[in-house]
């Protein structure tokens, strides 16, 4: 390899003390900073504006006007109410809210004599209602993860056939409660054949688990980090419970206002006789809260890719300092400071790259009404090309993304800067600039799947509990016996699956979905509010899930780009080691060329073999030394690999330098 112009790379050290970084992309830190203001003080505005409409009747049988509200209301309705009079019979009472001061009549429940929601409920006053719910099981998707994490240090290839079993296990349940012949058959296939192809993948899994294995390696050794990043997470927690808090709240900020209602009288014939305005109150909304309520969930977007982006940011502080310099590492308290400090700017700014590129993404779905008649002539190809659009921004972008902030943390430049300089690094040695590990990145994700189907078939029941409840329909269920049928089961079964596939936009749809369905939806409450509002807890419970995850697949994009500096600084023993023989095995790897045809028969290279399914070991020849072996020696499809300068002193044996401390 020729030697790299040092202004198109950088050097074998991360800048991670005080004197020898700066403050960069100040205005984008200014920016998060002024969205995180106004993401606490507008929640806690509609925090301290919301009043209690409806309470729980003493006996229970139904909702009541609060007190709070109960004195707005009488003036409001005693006007409404001389407004009226004039009015015919039956059309001279107030109308509105005035109807339960009026009747005594309350506010009523779904359905159910027994359940204790009203009939006219969201999914935000499900968790007003009932807060333990979304409480305990975000807590609990917290400990599972800790757990989780644990676990893959420990056992990293068991669970990564473990999840690929799973998979198995799922697709043949599915067959034997389907009571479709054919469907049985169908589902029975698909598990078969995924089973050969696990088999004929195996050793991409087991590669899976050496890549995940080293990453936790790295993690093993750098406790503190773990510590560090798990008291990020703290604060992403708390804002996620702050979140969840400011959305519930939001729909009890509302005044009582008066409205009228124009209509018609008739005669026995069913003629017009007259006409009448009959006036009443209401609850409106204030129109200030649902600006507020925009503006919470576009930072809160914001700040998911914000904690993503500063997860990275301190795993390549920690794990590029003990790659390169294990001497002189920071803290952990130091890659946090320097992170939520002098790099705040540049992790901000790509996190909002990051979320923009989601924003765009969920612009590009295409819904299935929209291929529906003769328009799809036209939508259908548009569809395949908002899906490339969105794997290249999903593929490309991300990741160039995510590597030009490790370049940042490691170099201290800006964006701009760290993103130039990346593009040259990354491009010598991977195709397209970027590479990752598939298999490392679906067996995670999977795990983080399962985890939070769990939590929100979980949540599901416990809504049902607590409301008294029966809306999760049974599978196995065909529908004559009056229950519900099995085809809802799957309907939602799919609804929770495609939200979860994409957290961070379903989580802005779910309360779009509630807000609409509020308005137009004629149909018993319960039997979406449950469901829509499990999935919102499933979704995010599925973002910790996440976060937990991304520590790992950071450690090891910290470890490409600590590979990628190696090389372009010819690092000593860098070919030898362990981890450069198992990153050759990933697609996109640039290899080094074998010599072409001009090379001399005689030219001297150092063939390595599979040696008891280990690759890497040196063909040795008498005494055990390794075996040169010129071009011309070399077997037909035998590997040879050039593995770095062999220096051959006078004595005549092989040196290799030292391998990096990582590997």
């Given amino acids: 390899m020729a030697p790299v112009n040092p202004d198109d790379t950088i050097p074998t050290k991360v800048k991670f003390k005080d004197n020898e970084r700066r403050f960069t992309d100040v205005s984008c830190a200014g920016l998060f900073l002024i969205a995180l203001t106004l993401f606490f003080c507008l929640g806690f505005a509609l925090v301290g504006s919301s009043v209690p409409v409806f309470v729980i009747g003493e006996d229970g049988a139904g909702l009541k006007l609060s007190d709070e509200r109960m004195a707005e209301a009488e003036e409001c309705c005693a006007n409404a109410k001389a407004e009226n009079i004039g009015n015919p019979e039956y059309y001279d009472n107030a109308i509105g809210i005035c109807y339960y001061m009026e009747t005594g009549d309350r506010r009523h429940l779904t359905g159910s004599d027994d359940s204790d929601f009203p009939e006219d409920g969201n999914i935000f006053e499900a968790f007003t209602l009932s807060p333990e719910i979304p409480a305990t099981l975000i807590s609990g998707a917290m400990a599972i993860a800790v757990v989780w994490v644990v676990l893959l240090r420990a056992f990293a290839t068991p669970i990564v056939f473990a999840t690929e079993f799973l998979k198995i296990v799922c697709f043949i349940y599915i067959a034997s409660k389907t009571p479709d012949p054919t469907s049985k058959i169908v589902f029975f296939a698909v598990a078969f054949l995924y089973a050969c192809f696990i088999v004929w993948k195996r050793e991409r899994l087991q590669f899976a688990g050496k890549i995940i294995s080293h990453s936790a390696l790295a993690l093993q050794k750098n406790p503190s980090m773990f510590m560090g990043l798990l008291c990020v997470k703290a604060f992403y927690i708390l804002e996620a419970y702050c979140f969840i808090l400011f959305m519930s709240k939001s ?3 509302q005044g009582i206002e008066s409205f009228s209602y124009a209509g018609m009288t008739y005669d026995g014939n069913g003629v017009p006789s007259g006409s009448y305005v009959q006036h009443g109150c209401e609850f409106k909304e204030a129109a200030w809260a649902g600006m507020a309520r925009n503006i919470i969930m576009f930072v809160w977007g914001w700040s998911v890719m914000f904690f993503t982006q500063a997860r990275l940011s301190i795993v390549a502080y920690m794990i590029g300092s003990w790659h390169f310099h294990p001497q002189d590492m920071p803290s952990a308290g130091q890659a946090i400071k320097m992170t939520m400090t002098k790099g705040l700017g540049t992790v901000s700014f790509s996190a909002i790259i990051l979320a923009i590129i989601q924003e765009i993404k969920k612009r590009l779905k295409f819904k299935w009404y929209h291929h529906c008649g003769p328009q799809c002539v036209v939508t259908a190809p548009m569809a395949v090309l908002a899906c490339l659009i969105s794997y290249l921004l999903e593929t490309c972008f991300k990741m160039l993304t995510k590597f030009t902030l490790i370049i940042h943390v490691f170099s201290g430049l800006n964006f701009l800067n760290s993103a130039k300089k990346c593009f040259k690094l990354m491009g010598r040695h991977f195709e397209g600039g970027f590479i990752t590990d598939y298999a490392s990145t679906t067996v995670l994700q999977l795990g983080c799947y399962i985890f939070s189907l769990g939590i929100t078939f979980a ?10 409840w029966d809306t999760m329909p049974d599978p196995t269920n065909d529908g ?11 309907i939602w079964l799919f609804y929770i699956c495609f939200n979860l596939y994409y957290p961070v936009l379903s989580i802005f749809g779910i309360i779009l979905l509630d807000m609409l369905l509020d308005q137009v939806m004629d149909l018993n409450r319960k039997y979406w509010v449950a469901p829509v509002a499990a999935t919102f807890v499933g979704i995010v419970s599925m973002l910790f899930f996440q976060y937990v995850a991304g520590i790992i ?11 990628a500096v190696d090389k372009d600084n010819e690092v000593e023993g860098l070919a030898k080691s362990e981890f450069t023989i198992m990153i050759q095995e990933l697609p996109g790897y640039k290899k080094e060329p074998n010599p072409d045809f001009n090379t001399s028969p005689n030219t001297t290279l150092l063939v390595l073999n599979p040696n008891n399914g280990q690759m890497g070991a040196q063909q040795t020849g008498t005494g055990g030394a390794p075996q040169l072996l010129s071009f011309s020696q070399a077997a037909v499809g035998q590997p040879v690999a050039v593995v770095g300068q062999v220096v051959q002193p006078a004595g005549g044996q092989v040196q290799m330098g030292t391998a990096p401390n990582m590997y």
């Fill in 251 to 253: 729909v009890e900020v």
């Fill in 459 to 468: 949540a599901w029941a416990w809504l049902d509990e607590t409301y008294n």
């Fill in 480 to 490: 004559e016996d009056g229950g519900s049928s099995a085809i809802f089961f799957y």
């Fill in 553 to 563: 697949l950071d450690t090891v994009d910290v470890c490409f780009v600590c590979y």
